[in-house]
């Protein structure tokens, strides 16, 4: 059984750093894309980021690229999800999502970010 | 704003269908073939029902089903039943390794 378990999510300032983790299990995860994908309390899903099964390639929305850096451990099963310079429009739960089948992922359980003062 | 428009509510009595669209351009849902659905239930995560257009992941239902006409791809309901109320997004490939999603269409089951 697939299963994508996120943590690190809490409160933070406006300006201020989160770092998320996803540990993943249930199937091989060195061998498939990775995404990040958040959604605003009471809004729909916005994409994220994706990064490639070894890591080496990375792609971003629009409305966190400079500021968001994904990465992940192969070794450890786990994907990253690194956030500096955050907004209060950054508040949202952050779900981590595998893509085993093409263009189509599963999803954790997601973790909730809370930017505010 | 979202890139990808659907409308933001259905609705339909049990035991009927319902079609839901998902316009987009031909740089993202008129381009590739990797527009998938997914299913929302109140306070949980999503669900992927539909890839590669029409492709059903094990385990969902032949009730699901998908398809694509130009910019617009749809996903349809059949034998309409109450657990089946929710969410539902639609996603694409926009290129240059990006993903587009959809606003979001409330599935109401009468």
């Known amino acids: 059984e697939v299963q994508l378990v996120e943590s690190g999510g809490g409160l933070v300032q406006p300006g201020g750093s989160l770092r998320l983790s996803c540990a993943a299990s249930?199937?091989?995860?060195?061998?498939?894309?990775m995404h990040w994908v958040r959604q605003s309390p009471g809004k729909g899903l916005e994409w994220v980021s994706r990064?490639?099964?070894?890591?080496?390639?990375?792609s971003y929305a629009d409305s966190v690229k400079g500021r968001f850096t994904t990465s992940r451990d192969n070794a450890k099963n786990t994907l990253y999800l690194q956030m500096n310079s955050l907004r209060v429009e950054d508040t949202a739960v952050y779900y981590c999502?595998?893509?085993?089948?093409?263009?189509?992922?599963?999803w954790g359980q997601g973790t909730l970010v809370n930017v505010a003062s | 704003q979202s890139a990808l428009t659907q409308p933001p509510s259905a609705s339909g009595s049990p035991g009927q269908s319902v079609t839901i669209s998902c316009s987009g351009t031909?740089?993202?849902?008129?381009?590739?073939?990797?527009v998938s659905w997914y299913q929302q239930h109140p306070g949980k995560a999503p669900k992927l029902i539909i890839y590669?257009?029409?492709k059903r992941p094990s385990g969902v239902p032949d009730r699901f089903s998908g398809s694509k006409s130009g910019n617009t791809a749809s996903l349809t309901v059949s034998g309409l039943q109450a657990e089946d109320e929710g969410d539902y997004y639609c996603?694409?490939?926009?290129?240059?390794?990006?993903?587009?999603f959809g606003g979001g269409t409330k599935l109401t089951v009468l």
């Open positions: 031909s740089s993202d849902v008129g381009g590739y073939n990797y």
């Open positions: 999502a595998g893509e085993r089948n093409p263009g189509g992922v599963d």
């Open positions: 249930g199937f091989t995860f060195s061998s498939h894309w």
């Open positions: 990064i490639y099964p070894d890591g080496t390639t990375t």
């Open positions: 590669e257009v029409s």
């Open positions: 996603s694409s490939y926009a290129g240059s390794n990006k993903f587009e």
